[in-house]
């Protein structure tokens, strides 16, 4: 009877390691894959935010800040970098009042909560600026310079905002007639730019 039944066959040595090949290649595919969506998800998040800054910039422009009375806190110009200090709460004496508690930037920007200033995975706001009224101007003659000291500012956690006035100089008070933001990819690492309505 034992010797009428057919002996059955395991898997011999070469048949194991080529399966487990294969299943190291398709494990090692799947991570990958995991990752680029990863990245390109947290890229179109940082694209995203960029985007719901500048039209909050845009419609700062058309309404004016709320929560300022000085000139230049008006209608038709983007805050200045002073501006943005005291919209995120810092102390700044031109500026009535001096100091709003806590801040207001999501009020100065309609259309941003504070999420919009985290970049993906961050719990704090990366928004900076280049630069203030101590900054070298953003003129013809040093452009250069400035882009470069703004590429090696921005990071993939640290979104950034340029205003400029007519001078094309750095705006921290007055008449900022445009303005460009910056982000860098976790992609590629390229640094994008996002220029105001207004060039």
Same mark, same amino acid.
């Not at 799947?30 to 890229?43: E, Y």
């Given at each position: 009877m034992l010797l009428g039944m057919a002996r059955q066959r395991g898997f011999t040595l070469t048949e194991l390691l080529i399966t487990i090949s294969v299943m190291i290649i398709l494990m090692t595919l799947?991570?990958? $894959?995991? /990752? $680029?969506?990863?990245?390109? @998800? *947290?890229?179109e998040e /940082?694209?995203?935010?960029?985007?719901?800054?500048a039209r909050g910039l845009e419609r700062r422009y058309v309404e004016g800040n709320p929560k300022a009375t000085m000139p230049w806190s008006a209608k038709g110009s983007y805050? &200045?970098?002073? !501006?943005? +200090?005291? @919209?995120?709460? &810092?102390?700044?004496?031109t500026f009535t009042p001096t100091q709003v508690a806590n801040g207001y930037l999501t009020t +100065? +920007?309609?259309?941003?909560? !504070?999420?919009t200033f985290q970049s993906p995975n961050s719990t704090t706001v990366?928004? &900076?600026m280049w630069c203030t009224a101590s900054c070298t101007g953003y003129s013809t003659a040093n452009i250069a310079a400035t882009n470069n000291a703004i590429n090696n500012y921005t990071t993939i956690s640290k979104y950034t905002y340029t205003p400029v006035d007519r001078n094309n100089n750095i705006c921290y008070n007055g008449d900022c007639v445009k303005f460009f933001l =910056? =982000? *860098? $990819? !976790?992609?590629?690492g390229q640094l994008y730019t996002i220029k105001s309505k207004n060039q």
């Open positions: 799947a991570v990958v $894959s995991v /990752r $680029s969506t990863q990245l390109n @998800a *947290r890229d /940082r694209k995203t935010d960029i985007e719901n800054i805050p &200045g970098t002073n !501006e943005i +200090l005291h @919209a995120l709460g &810092g102390t700044q004496a +100065l +920007l309609p259309g941003t909560t !504070e999420k990366d928004f &900076g =910056y =982000y *860098r $990819s !976790e992609v590629d």
